[in-house]
């Protein structure tokens, strides 16, 4: 081999390296893309732990639980409120997994979002109330918080199966 043909090759292979490496780059992020199914799947779980959190705080309250406890898994829930729009992006609408979503989200988008902060400002609401030990008036935000789950299904949920439908109905009250 001469000595061009040799540097010649070693260029290939430096030119095929830089290749490769630019094909191993992870990727920016405004690239990575979930499967719909697992979007799916993650949203109505989230919408599940979500429902027991809301759930159980109430409870625990009517049955004399400190409430001030509750601040931080209100101020949670309220975190979880300000992510729920994304969590339904264009194209995973109904056919997509088992979805219940409803076509009238993407069709009816600022008033969907509008209803994520209905319910993020009740339960914003439900957190200072919790830590300033006011019962009277963090019940009242629950309330008000509870008519904001029921008001996006009602829009933007298709029915559920019974054993779904279950996780959602209001506590038993004493
Ligand atoms: C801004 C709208 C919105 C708000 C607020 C909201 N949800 Fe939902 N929820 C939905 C939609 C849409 C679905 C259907 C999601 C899917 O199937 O992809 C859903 C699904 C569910 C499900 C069924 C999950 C499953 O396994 O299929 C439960 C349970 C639920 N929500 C409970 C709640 C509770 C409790 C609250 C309030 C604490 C709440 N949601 C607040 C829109 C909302």
Known sequence: MTL???????SAVVA??????AQNRPPASASVRMNPADLVATRQASMRVASGDF???RLAAEKGADIRRFEGP?????????????????????????????????L????????????RA???RMAEMAAANNMAEGGRQWDVAWHSCNACHDAYRSPLATSAAAATSAPHRR
Do not use: Y
Not at 87 to 104: C, V
Not at 113 to 118: G, S
């Open 108 to 119: 009816n988008r600022a008033d969907f979002e509008q209803k994520a902060a209905d319910f």
């Open 16 to 21: 095929l390296t830089l290749v490769a490496c």
């Open 55 to 57: 759930m159980v705080m």
């Open 74 to 106: 209100a101020r949670a829930l309220a975190q979880w409120a300000a992510a729920l729009p994304g969590m339904f992006p264009a194209g995973t609408g109904p056919g997509t997994a088992n979805t219940h979503a409803r076509p009238e989200i993407w």
């Open 122 to 124: 009740a339960v914003t």
């Open 4 to 10: 061009s043909s040799k540097a010649l090759t070693c």
